[in-house]
């Protein structure tokens, strides 16, 4: 129901308040830059997890609002690093797309290049720590024998994961 994911996006949302309070004491970005790919990727994990795809009205409502830290002088990334990661791993995830539709999904490949726009080569970091996360959460699920080779998982939490322990 609505007040289920409404309440687990407001709890989820406030603790993600406070623990990027506790990344800007550590690392220096605002708590705002953080809380802002932290929310995005909860609010799409949770979309994920039950609809098993990605909408673009909230990449595009991101987008608008990245933008627009960009053009308030707000973004703790540099413009130029943001696009040049955002052409590598488009041409990287194209290159995916067309040897193997299968390996990901546009929706992916999508949150992956506006989260390269917002957190610019942070992308690889989250990126690399979700892809390890996902490794092992299949690993375990194979052999326990939840899962087989051919069962898809959602990347959204995975992701989510990987940028908590950027």
Known sequence: SIKKYGSVLLIGNGILCIFS?????????????????????????????KFKELPDWLHIEVLLFYIGLWIAGKQEIR???SGVVTIILAVVFG??????????????MKLLLICSMYVGSFCFGILFRGMIVAFFVSLLLLL???????????????????????
């Open 95 to 108: 290159v995916l797309f067309l040897l193997k539709k299968e390996a990901l999904g546009i929706g992916d």
């Open 21 to 49: 309070c506790y990344k800007e004491s550590i690392n220096g970005f605002s708590a705002y830059w953080y809380f802002g790919i932290f929310s995005y990727l909860l609010c799409l994990t949770i979309y994920d997890l």
């Open 144 to 166: 326990s024998k939840k899962a087989t080779a051919k069962t898809e998982l959602p990347f959204v939490p995975f992701l989510l994961l990987g940028a908590l322990m950027m």
């Open 79 to 81: 413009i130029q690093e």
